[in-house]
């Protein structure tokens, strides 16, 4: 079974994240993700770059719900 460790390790070793939290049980992921990556990059587009990123990987986590956000986004929402 994969856990919410094992998601947050599939997508730190594709994307350089300054901030990422997984919860999930087994088959349905939630996930915050803050990365430079995402920077002049629409949300749709970035909520697609993680699922190409993450690839085969996909077959195994069956579902991921994810809210992305660059730094500074992530540091305004934060205030």
């Known amino acids: 079974m994969v856990t919410p460790e094992n998601v947050k ?3 730190r070793h594709e994307l350089d994240c300054d901030y990422l939290e997984v919860e999930g049980d087994g088959r ?3 996930a915050v993700i803050v990365s430079k990556a995402f920077e002049g990059v629409g949300m749709l587009q970035q909520q697609r770059m993680v699922f190409q990123k993450l690839g ?3 077959e195994v ?3 991921l719900s994810m809210k992305t956000f660059t730094p500074e986004q992530w540091a305004k929402q934060n205030k």
Do not use: E, Q, R
Request: charged share 35%; proline share 0%.
């Open 28 to 30: 349905h992921f939630d």
């Open 61 to 63: 986590i069956h579902a």
């Open 9 to 11: 390790d599939y997508i």
């Open 56 to 58: 085969d990987k996909m």
